[in-house]
């Protein structure tokens, strides 16, 4: 008798953790998929990381070399100005400006 029902307690024993084989081996195919799925997402994040800073790295460039370009424009833009005021500054002989403005009205009238 005590072997029997000591048997029978095996067998028990043996379904339950058959069960618990199951769900552990449905559980883990679960946990497979998912992981699968989050390792093509995090190689696509790695990809498009990858992009973002190359796209980065172009900008920064770009930015660089317009700055570069503005430096320059705004020294170009400082002298000429520095010109302008010079020649603003200059007083033409009071002969030259009447023979420019009666030069002005001839060719007006040509027209």
Not at 53 to 72: A, M, P, R, S, V
Not at 95 to 103: E, F, H, L
Request: charged share 40%; net charge neutral.
């Amino acid at each position: 008798m005590i072997f029997y029902t000591e048997n029978r307690k095996l067998k028990t024993d043996i379904a339950e953790l058959r069960t618990k084989n199951i769900r552990l081996n449905q559980r883990n195919k679960e946990l497979d998929k998912l992981n699968k799925e989050l390792t093509l997402k995090s190689e696509k994040l790695s990809r498009d990381v990858s992009e973002l800073q190359n796209d980065n790295g172009i900008l920064t460039q770009i930015n660089t070399d317009f700055g570069d370009e503005n430096d320059e424009l705004t020294g170009k833009v400082k002298e000429l100005n520095t010109k302008l005021e010079r020649y603003q500054n200059l007083r033409l002989p009071s002969s030259a400006t009447t023979r420019t403005a009666r030069k002005r009205d001839d060719d007006h009238d040509d027209n």
